[in-house]
T-cell receptor
Framework: NAGVMQNPRHLVRRRGQEARLRCSPMKGHSHVYWYRQLPEEGLKFMVYLQKENIIDESGMPKERFSAEFPKEGPSILRIQQVVRGDSAAYFC?????????????FGQGTRLTVV | EDQVTQSPEALRLQEGESSSLNCSYTVSGLRGLFWYRQDPGKGPEFLFTLYSAGEEKEKERLKATLTKKESFLHITAPKPEDSATYLCAVQADSNYQLIWGAGTKLIIKP
């Protein structure tokens, strides 16, 4: 049973370009979470999705950032017109249908560098 | 405001020297407290979930405990391979977000 798969592992974008980060959850998991991690800082929640639904996007900037989890295919975190401050590690986690204190399992992350 | 504070920021131990990491939290109704381990360049790896005060869980050299205000991760006779950053997170009853601490970087010297 493969774990959470994220790709690419490393992504370099010039300022103003678009970044698309992909996440395939573990088999049987219908809930996906995206987090951002800056060096020496904790993980920051961005968005929580279920298939075809955004449940909580309170941690995601209102502009330039969007996320989706279509019925078929991976979840996508999209950052338009990237700026240097978007450089970070972006982690995706998945869990089975949420119940009390359900643990989430993480992918290896995508390290975005904006030059 | 829900928040999580971990201490110390970094801890250096000799192999075999037992110690504890602390995670203090404030949350409006605790759904669960989670411990993860993160190695450099990798995603967090799940260790434990604790749900209520008084609960304890063990895995190899690690034991996690929970009170109403804090959790401890006790490490007994650690080995160099236990070196990692240990992250604590809480989930509130009010939503599904995980609120994370900044982590404790643990270094075990042979």
């Amino acid at each position: 049973n493969a774990g959470v798969m994220q790709n690419p592992r490393h992504l370099v974008r010039r300022r103003g370009q678009e970044a698309r980060l992909r996440c395939s959850p573990m088999k049987g998991h219908s809930h996906v979470y995206w987090y951002r991690q800056l060096p020496e800082e904790g993980l920051k929640f961005m968005v929580y999705l279920q298939k075809e639904n955004i449940i909580d996007e309170s941690g995601m900037p209102k502009e330039r950032f969007s996320a989706e989890f279509p019925k078929e295919g991976p979840s996508i975190l999209r950052i338009q017109q990237v700026v240097r401050g978007d450089s970070a590690a972006y982690f995706c986690a998945s869990s089975p249908p949420a119940r009390r204190g359900t643990e989430a399992f993480f992918g290896q992350g995508t390290r975005l560098t904006v030059v | 405001e829900d928040q999580v504070t971990q201490s110390p920021e970094a801890l250096r131990l000799q192999e075999g020297e037992s110690s504890s990491l602390n995670c203090s939290y404030t949350v409006s109704g605790l759904r669960g407290l989670f411990w993860y381990r993160q190695d450099p360049g990798k995603g967090p790896e799940f260790l434990f979930t604790l749900y209520s005060a008084g609960e304890e869980k063990e895995k190899e050299r690690l034991k996690a405990t929970l009170t109403k205000k804090e959790s401890f991760l006790h490490i007994t006779a650690p080995k160099p391979e236990d070196s990692a950053t240990y992250l604590c997170a809480v989930q509130a009853d009010s939503n599904y977000q995980l609120i994370w601490g900044a982590g404790t970087k643990l270094i075990i010297k042979p």
